[in-house]
């Protein structure tokens, strides 16, 4: 049985806009992978970090439902025209997710701590020079800097800031990131982790990541 | 912009401590009708700061909401509907939010607030 999740057709575009590709196809199918837990899990806030083009927020409040299921989505990126191409992907499948505009989730550190029971990120990853991270254009997207860890590394303590008590967090990795070093810095910090999907295309090779807190059994 | 996003957002200049709520300009308002989930709004009431909620619903036109608010009003219907209204169905399309403490302008366009900062500002 096949599951509604975005489509393409109806996916919207601009050029200087991430579109979807196979990390983002990696991660709505991790999040598939998951479905029934996810449901089970009954998460009332979720929320994506650097949603491009909002194939995969769209894809989640597909997968989830809307305000009749009790769940709301927040969505950030610091590309305006990713915040208008989503705003369009939502609209073209009916679905509604709050979009700021910030680095990270700048402005919602403080009263949306310890809310988020969802966390979706598909990150910059790609390793690049330093100077090639958070520059205007569409190089925001990929470039990870040193080890494509500068993004990540900058939204790891942000997301356990944010993650409620129950709260799991989805992230996308390249096996360049050291994806292992990943799960034992956020292990001490309390989290228990799983690699939910593992995929090798031509260019790369790739690790979805779910994380929760450890004294939160599954 | 729901008022939900509007009270989980505080201003996020650099050395400001009093941040939040955030002033609101009111350019254009749109309502759009969205189911009501009880449980949603009974979870969501303790997070939300009601004071915060109700000047905001004021600044952009809805006065329906009582100034003080307790959880035994959960079981109200009346005011169940008058709490939805104001967090979800109600959205900030244009407009202006303002920090408290240093009256930095943030504008909401489209419906998005605009929270990126300027690099003297970070
Ligand atoms: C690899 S793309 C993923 C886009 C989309 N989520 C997907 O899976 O197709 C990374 C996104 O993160 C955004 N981004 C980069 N740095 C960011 C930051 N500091 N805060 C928020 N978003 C950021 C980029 O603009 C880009 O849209």
């Known amino acids: ?218 | 912009m729901r008022l939900l996003t509007h009270n989980m957002l505080s201003s996020n200049i650099k050395g400001v401590t009093n941040g939040f709520p955030l002033r609101i300009e009111v350019e254009k308002v749109v309502e759009k009708e969205v189911d009501l989930n009880p449980d949603f709004l009974r979870s969501m009431f303790s997070k939300i700061d009601w004071k915060a909620l109700v000047h905001a619903a004021r600044s952009i036109g809805y006065s329906e909401l009582p100034d003080e608010a307790d959880p035994s009003m959960l079981d109200s219907d009346d005011f169940l509907s008058r709490f939805h209204h104001a967090l979800l169905q109600l959205h900030l399309e244009e407009g202006v939010l303002i920090c408290p403490e240093t009256g930095r302008r943030f504008p909401v366009n489209k419906g998005i607030p605009n929270m990126l900062l300027h690099e003297d500002e970070v």
């Open chain 1, 1 to 218: 049985m096949r599951f509604k999740t975005a489509q393409i057709r109806l996916v919207s575009s601009h050029p200087e806009v991430y579109e979807p590709c196979d990390d983002s196809f990696a991660l709505v199918d991790a999040l598939l992978a998951d479905r029934s837990k996810l449901i089970e899990h009954k998460p009332k806030l979720c929320m994506e970090v650097g949603c491009g083009s909002g194939y995969v927020i769209t894809s989640l409040a597909l997968l989830l439902g809307q305000e009749s299921n009790g769940v709301q989505y927040f969505a950030t990126d610091t590309n305006p025209y990713a915040l208008k191409v989503t705003s369009e992907t939502l609209e073209a499948h009916g679905v509604h997710a709050e979009l700021i505009s910030t680095d990270i989730a700048s402005g919602l550190e403080k009263r949306l701590a310890g809310l988020v029971d969802v966390m979706v990120v598909n990150p910059p990853y790609v390793p690049t020079p330093e100077y090639e991270v958070g520059r205007e254009g569409i190089a925001s997207a990929w470039a990870g800097g040193e080890d494509g860890r500068s993004v990540i590394d900058r939204i790891l303590p942000i997301a356990d800031n944010l993650l409620s008590d129950k709260g799991w967090l989805y992230l996308v990795t390249l096996a360049a990131n050291r994806p292992l070093q990943i799960c034992l810095q956020m292990r001490q910090k309390g989290y228990a982790s799983r690699i939910v999907l593992q995929r090798s295309t031509d260019e790369e090779s790739l690790h979805i990541i779910k994380f929760w807190r450890e004294s939160d059994t599954q």
